[in-house]
């Protein structure tokens, strides 16, 4: 060994003090514990008592008497028996308890002291010499007078003994002296440049390797002598780090020696030969270094580490080589039975740091061991945490909300909406939203901002789909986030919002997801069932949440991260080489009219068509998706109707539908498609009609006003409806036979049907218009907020960045007013000039125009939260060519003169609502009022007159109508014969063909066959 032995130990650059133990009178005798053998004569031996903070005190003993061979040095090589001269002293001594006294120093050997070792009642040096492995050096002269003769004498006759037996280095065997010279490599004897760390790592990853500990740096590195190869390597301590130990400058004193007794380096005899070019450079740059001091627990970790590995046999797992060459493992010694791990015990004892990058190289048993480990120490403040200070967390946990409940919607893989069991049936209030803890799935994008699935997006929905929807379920709520926008992200004046997590259980589930999970222990606290989450992880579709330090979790974090480890290790899913399958959906729903009535023919084929319910986006309206086509479509339930938003009982009817078809699998028969691409038909969920469960529910009104007889199974929506009016259920509660009054709505449909005072504000020809309610307080308060507010100049580019859909101020061109306007198309990218293009809706007109950016402003949500003041109508029981067709722009011509050019005031008779048109997206959207409109001076209607100027028609009559229609037919029969018959306008060549639009699907069997 190259290592020497000093009274004083110093480490270059390493800040260490000197370490002394108590001095004590010669031949006194103390007792300690070995510490470390640097050779086969020489200990290391610490206090057992010490009151001082920080390692004990130590003192390095050489025994009296002896001589053992010493081990190689720089460039050298062993004597004979070297090796096992110290082996024997380090397995007879080291960690015990043992006795001593110091007998005499060595001045001339930079004040080595030499002494008596009992182990016990065995003398030491005794035991050494009977055993053949030193050889018996008297003391020097001076010295002699402090050791027994008898003590020597001794000594000799054991040496005899052995030299007779042929033991230890007395050994007889031919070639044993030869054999036990150690074939040392290079890095065991100073010259570690040609190491190959990476070739031994790929030679021994992952496989324990026996290796002695020779000297301990810090807590978190160590020196080891690799077995059998003798290898000396340095080994960083996988995953941890412990505190460092420091530089301390020499101010420019050269130390020649670089020992470290209180490491336990090898000793040997001091010489003090000359320093190289070499050693001086290298002392030079050390004592010009800056001083850097220790780490607070960096001296305690070191004397742990020291206390459990040094000179003691351990097993190395080597887990990886970080770029400076050093070897990064796991090591794990023993403790009489048991084998520990030294990282984790470093970390359980508030004495090294969780390390990300090294962590990385291993299991992850073993990272969350060390996690967890270094949790627990932050909480209890244990140690180098003693002053750790929590981050700021924007979670917090949540207590004693469990529940259970039916599960109503899957929003995405991490994602789900519950009904509540303790709230009541149908009650919008019972759906309670549910993030998944712990775990994130890829995202299902926004349609809206054109963003697109994320890979395996929509299988993760649709796993989660196929096994929860309408299953009853338990939920453990943990904790729950505050989240807040990103800047841009959100409209002005949107706030932070909270979502709650929490652990979703099936107690019920299918066999192979109960197989799938068994690997992963049940904790006490979880109840009977399978974690979905922990499911969804096995599959591969989504990956665990790393949260930081004091960030709430889920309670079985530990299992999902073992159901990530197995997705991992098997390559499933999102962890696969493979790309997601790619799925092209035609979505009918934001498509033009026209693309659904081409669609009409295929789903008019198949009888029964099954499909999968996307979304309710009302009572009797909801979105589908049918597999066969990969088509989304609108559809609503023929001849059925459900109170519209903000209307009684509106809210309570989605409730009922989200519970009852939410994306469920059900069959549809599509019958027809009305003008804005819905289509109607009926719809069976598990071979029940579900207009049926509106309708006995009191939740929803038939309207039959173009004939029962297309209807299937109409009988049974008539009972259905019948059941309800004669327990006077929700919207029959205020009913009375052959009256029909709407609850909580000021309109009464008995023989006096509602009626407006309007003026209208747009037309758009075809017989729709818009109009705007005279007397409408709501008029006058928004005109005068308009005009309160002071418009700048225009915003700055950038920072005012418009979507379609939202709500702005914008500059009408004719007259230059600022009014209320919804963004209908907009540039897909930032604006970037003043002059691009928006085209805006003007909702309290019913215009649409386009207008440039610098024309548009953000306005106050004040301001942009009423609904629109415009109405969309269209003239009742009659027909008006389009703008396209013959006589369109007549008749557009002829509707604007006598509305917007004669300054009247109107009538408006509402005879249906059509809500068929959805959410206001843009001109011509909408629910629309189906009227007669009369001016206030005239007796004629707008309707009749249009009629009898030939430049509309009927409709095509039924042959089941409602009274009080029928009598509205045919008093408008009357002007269309009278146009007819002077051939004025359309029917100047005589009958006018019915168009398809005119033609009633075939009436079917009330059993739902086809003919």
């Known amino acids: 060994m190259f290592f020497f ?97 110091v007998e005499y120093k060595v001045e001339a050997l930079a004040g080595r002291e030499f002494g008596s070792v009992f182990l016990g009642t065995q003398n030491v040096a005794k035991l050494v010499v009977q055993n053949g492995w030193a050889k018996v050096r008297e003391p020097g002269q001076q010295n002699q007078g402090k050791v027994s003769p ?185 403790d009489g039975e048991a084998v520990k791990d030294l990282g984790l015990e470093l970390v359980e004892n508030g004495l090294a740091k969780y390390v990300e990058w090294s962590a990385n190289m291993m299991e992850e048993e073993a990272k969350r061991k060390l996690k967890a480990a270094e949790l627990k120490c932050k909480k209890d403040k244990v140690k180098m945490w003693a002053n750790y200070v929590p981050p700021a967390t924007n979670s917090k946990a949540l207590h004693d909300q469990n529940f259970t409940g039916k ?144 960030e709430e979790r889920s309670n079985h974090y530990d299992a999902l991260l073992a159901a990530e480890s197995r997705a991992l290790s098997g390559k499933k899913g999102i962890h696969s080489a493979k790309e997601s399958p790619v799925m092209h959906i035609t979505d009918l729903t934001v498509a033009a009219a026209k693309k659904a009535k081409d669609f009409l023919p295929s789903l008019q084929r198949i009888r029964r068509i099954p499909a999968v319910v996307e979304y309710v986006l009302s009572g009797h309206r909801c979105k589908l998706y049918i597999p066969k086509l990969t088509c989304s479509i609108a559809f609503a339930f023929s001849g059925v109707r459900c109170p519209g938003r903000g209307e009684p009982f509106s809210d309570e009817a989605i409730s009922v539908m989200r519970r009852r078809i939410m994306q469920r699998d059900v069959e549809i028969e599509v019958e027809t498609v009305d003008r804005t691409g819905t289509f109607l038909g009926s719809m069976w969920e598990s071979r029940t009609n579900v207009a049926t469960v509106l309708l006995e529910a009191g939740l929803a009104k038939m309207q039959t006003s173009f004939g029962a007889d297309r209807i299937v199974e109409a009988h049974i929506l008539e009972q259905a409806e019948r059941s309800a009016k004669n327990q006077k259920l929700k919207v029959w509660e205020n009913y009375v036979e052959g009256q029909e009054v709407s609850n909580g709505s000021t309109t009464v449909e008995t023989r006096q049907k509602e009626t407006l005072k309007v003026a209208v504000t747009e037309v758009l020809g075809g017989g729709r218009f818009y109009v705007q309610t005279v007397g409408d307080q709501r008029v006058a308060s928004i005109q005068n907020q308009l005009a309160s507010l002071s418009l700048k100049d225009a915003p700055i580019i950038g920072s005012f960045n418009p979507k379609r859909g939202d709500i702005v101020l914008a500059q009408f061109s004719l007259d230059n007013s600022w009014n209320r306007a919804m963004i209908v198309s907009a540039p897909r990218a930032a604006v ?130 409602h009274k009080d229609k029928k ?45």
Not at 46 to 51: A, R
Not at 69 to 94: Q, T, Y
Not at 464 to 492: N, W
Request: glycine letters at 10%.
């Open 967 to 1011: 009598a509205a037919l045919d008093a408008l029969e009357k002007f269309q014969e009278e146009a007819r018959k002077s051939r004025t306008g359309i029917w100047q060549y005589g009958d006018v063909e019915s168009d398809d639009e005119d033609i009633a699907p075939a009436k079917k069997p009330a059993g739902g066959g086809r003919r």
């Open 150 to 334: 008898t003590h020597i004498t001794e000594l000799l006759q054991l040496q005899e003994q052995a030299s007779q037996e042929g033991v230890g280095c007395w050994s007889k065997v031919p070639g044993a002296a030869e054999a036990s010279i150690r074939d040392l490599p290079p890095s065991a004897i100073g010259d570690s440049a040609g190491f190959d760390a990476m070739g031994l790592l790929a030679a021994n990853k992952g496989k324990p390797m026996e290796g002695i500990v020779e000297q301990v740096r810090d807590g978190s590195s160590i020196r080891v002598y690799l077995l059998p190869e003798f290898q000396f390597v340095q080994v960083f301590v996988a995953g941890i780090q412990s505190p460092s130990m420091g530089r301390r400058n020499t101010n420019g004193n050269v130390v020649e020696t670089v020992p470290d007794e209180s490491s336990g380096d090898a000793s040997g005899e001091s010489s003090k030969a000359p320093l190289t070019s070499a050693q001086r450079l290298a002392a030079s740059a050390a004592a010009s270094s800056v001083e850097v001091s220790a780490d607070p627990f960096a001296a305690e970790a070191k004397y742990f580490t020291e206390h459990r590995v040094l000179s003691r046999d351990v097993r190395i797992v080597l887990e990886g080589v970080d770029k400076f060459n050093n070897l990064i493992g796991s090591v794990h010694y023993s």
């Open 5 to 101: 032995v000093k009274r004083v130990f110093i480490v270059v650059g390493a800040g260490l003090k000197p370490v002394k133990m108590a001095s004590a009178t010669e031949n006194q005798w103390l007792k300690g514990r070995v510490k470390a053998v640097t050779s086969g004569d020489c200990l290391v031996i610490i206090t057992l008592v010490h009151n001082r903070p920080g390692a004990p005190p130590e003192k390095a003993i050489t025994l009296s008497c002896l001589m053992a061979p010493k081990m190689a040095r720089r460039g050298g090589k062993d004597e004979p028996f070297a090796w096992e001269s110290k082996e024997f002293l380090r397995k007879l001594c080291i960690g015990k308890e043992i006795s001593f006294r």
């Open 832 to 961: 970037e000039s003043p002059d691009e293009k928006f085209e805006v809706f003007y909702i309290d007109y019913g215009n649409q125009e386009v207008v440039p950016y610098s024309a548009i402003r953000p306005v106050d949500p004040s301001v942009s939260s009423a609904p629109g003041l415009a109405q969309l109508c269209r003239l009742a029981y009659i027909k008006v060519p389009s703008l396209e067709e013959d006589f369109g722009p007549e008749a557009g011509e002829y509707l604007h003169t006598i509305t917007l050019g004669s300054g009247k005031e109107f009538k408006a008779v509402i005879e249906e609502r059509d809500a068929s048109g959805g959410k206001v997206k843009g001109q011509g959207t909408g629910t629309e009022l189906v009227v007669t409109l009369i001016a206030v001076d005239d007796e004629v209607s707008v309707n009749g007159a249009m009629l009898q100027g030939g430049i509309a028609r009927m409709e095509k009559r039924r042959r089941f109508e």
């Open 407 to 550: 599960v109503v919607e899957v929003v995405s893989g991490d994602c789900i909406v519950v009904a509540d069991d303790a709230i009541p049936y149908g009650s919008p209030a019972a759906e309670r939203r549910v993030n998944l803890s712990s775990i994130r799935c890829p995202k299902m994008g926004n349609p809206r901002r054109e963003e697109k699935p994320a890979p395996y997006a929509r299988e993760a929905r649709e796993f989660l789909r196929q096994r929860l929807i309408g299953k009853q379920v338990i939920v453990q709520m943990e904790y729950s986030r505050k989240v807040t926008p990103a800047e841009g992200a959100a409209p002005t004046g949107a706030g932070d919002r909270i979502m709650d997590f929490g652990s979703v259980f099936i107690p019920s589930p299918a066999k192979g997801d109960t197989q799938e999970v068994a690997a992963s222990a049940i904790s006490g606290s979880q109840p009977a069932g399978v974690n979905i989450a922990e499911l969804l992880l096995s599959r591969g579709f989504g990956n665990v949440v790393r949260h930081r330090d004091f």
